[in-house]
């Protein structure tokens, strides 16, 4: 069985929901807290045992290199302080081989995981969107790679979401359901409103075949005008059985701006420096807003 070792994470996205922050920063370096949101993902792929990981950058996102790479000034300064917790905090990514690859052009998802088929080769490899963190006991894409040793097969990360919300996710129309696995009739792209065949959505998380290479390279465009990786999924489940895995944890949309926020304040309760002093900034803050409200 081929294990599990290489992930792509495609980071090449133009941040517009952030702008101006992204003017000049990539949105992948935006902090939750101390750390920028593509070390959550990084830390996330570490944990669950991918060895390689190839970053899919584009233009503006040199930042993203830099912050993964060695800052050896920093390390000396902060050695000669003797401040070694942050030290170790610098350089959790050296757990990992990080590699980079340019998207020439904003031609979509399913073009950025095109563009990594050269680092990938002929095996099953992992896929993790920035802009959902999710938080769980077992990590997310550890859940997928265990189903994935199962099955020796593609599966999807999925989680339910409300009606109104089908319309900005990748939607399956599922087949049937043993435990938290799906079987899979149909992959459809963002439905419009009322439209979607169910409220299971596609979360970020995957974990494919290689043959989906050969589907992406003669992949038409689909919705937006981009080349869309859950069309070459559907590609993909008419040869082959592409399941989705309903993995168990909390899921944070950090690619919109309320879902940072709320990502922010979660991530800090969860903080030992800080809770305290957060929640109760947060209880007064609420009892202004009740008395205003009620007088
Ligand atoms: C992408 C995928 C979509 C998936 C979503 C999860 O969309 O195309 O299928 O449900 O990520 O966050 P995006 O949010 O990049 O438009």
Known sequence: MKKIKKAIIPAAGLGTRFLPATKAMPKEMLPILDRPTIEYIVEEAIESGIEEIIIVTGKGKRAIEDHFDRNFELEDNLMKKGNFELLNKINQSSKVEIYYIR???????????WCARKFIGNEPFAVLLGDDIVQAETPCLKQLIDQYNKTEMSIIGVQKVSEEETQRYGIIDPHSIEGRTYQVNTFVEKPALGTAPSNIAIMGRYILTPQIFKILEKQEIGKNGEIQLTDAIQKLNEIQPVFAYEFEGNRYDVGEKLGFVKT??????????MKDELLKYLVEKLEKISRNYIS
């Not at 998207?103 to 995981?113: C, S, T």
């Not at 922010?264 to 420096?273: G, P, R, S, V, Y």
């Open 103 to 113: 998207q020439k052009e904003a031609k979509g998802l399913g073009h950025a995981i």
């Open 264 to 273: 922010t304040i979660d991530m800090a309760l969860k903080n030992d420096e």
